[in-house]
């Protein structure tokens, strides 16, 4: 069974500092799909990044960066320079094709920015 | 091009009611899948369903629960006789296929009250 964890259920930040994240996740499968979505108060699903298995390199997106320890097996958000607007909940979640490519998601880490 | 539509956006019922919830998915994406979101946790995989066929229901409650996604016209998630353990927010996410790394995109959700 997949299992994506989240350990960190808040947070809080300072504007302008950066934030990590994390993401651990258990699968024997070799290629999957790992995903950070946000969702602020109003409450709908925001897509930040992604990163495949296979890739080589760490998924970045603007202020977005995603820190991808394969052998670890952990995905952890960065958020740089965070502002207001990044207060949110965040949620790590994977897929497999041998899943039909469903997303399995965490529990969420709910940030809090202060000014 | 908009993006996935879910409607109504809240909806409030009384126990024993029914529930109809409908997605629109994106333009030229074939692939629904049906999520539901508790308070205070994140989201759970219910069903996957392309045109007019449901792929995997796994996640879906053995009793009350439904979904289709005809050939013309939007998915709908039914609830019959709902009770308050049902009261979530449910988001329908579509994509143009299965394959790579092809993203998940949202919908808004519909915020399920069950009085």
């Known amino acids: 069974a997949q299992k994506i964890t989240q350990t960190q259920p808040g947070m809080f930040v300072q504007e302008k500092e950066a934030v990590t994240l994390d993401c651990t996740y258990d699968?024997?499968?070799?290629?999957?799909?790992l995903f950070w979505y946000k969702q602020p108060s109003s409450g709908e699903m925001i897509f930040l990044i992604y990163?495949?298995?296979?890739?080589?390199q760490n998924a970045t997106e603007g202020r977005y960066s995603l820190n991808f320890q394969k052998a670890r097996k952990s995905a952890n958000l960065v958020i740089s320079a965070s502002q207001l607007g990044d207060s949110a909940m965040y949620f790590c979640?994977?897929?497999?094709?041998?899943?039909?490519?469903?997303?399995?998601f965490g529990a969420g880490t709910t940030v809090t920015v202060r000014a | 091009n908009a993006g996935v539509m879910q409607n109504p956006r809240h909806l409030v019922r009384r126990r024993g009611q029914e529930a109809r919830l409908r997605c629109s998915p994106m333009?030229?994406?074939?692939?629904v899948y049906w999520y539901r979101q508790l308070p205070e946790e994140g989201l759970k995989f219910m069903v996957y369903?392309?045109?007019?066929?449901?792929?995997?229901e796994s996640g879906m409650p053995k009793e009350r629960f439904s979904a289709e996604f005809p050939k013309e016209g939007p998915s709908i998630l039914r609830i019959q006789q709902v009770v308050r353990g049902d009261s979530a927010a449910y988001f329908c996410?579509?994509?143009?296929?299965?394959?790579?790394?092809?993203?998940?995109?949202f919908g808004p959700g519909t915020r399920l009250t069950v009085l």
């Open positions: 996410a579509s994509s143009s296929r299965t394959s790579g790394d092809n993203e998940q995109f």
């Open positions: 699968t024997s499968d070799q290629s999957y799909g």
């Open positions: 990163q495949g298995s296979y890739d080589e």
């Open positions: 979640a994977m897929r497999r094709p041998s899943n039909d490519y469903k997303l399995s």
């Open positions: 333009k030229g994406h074939s692939h």
């Open positions: 369903l392309q045109k007019e066929n449901i792929i995997d």
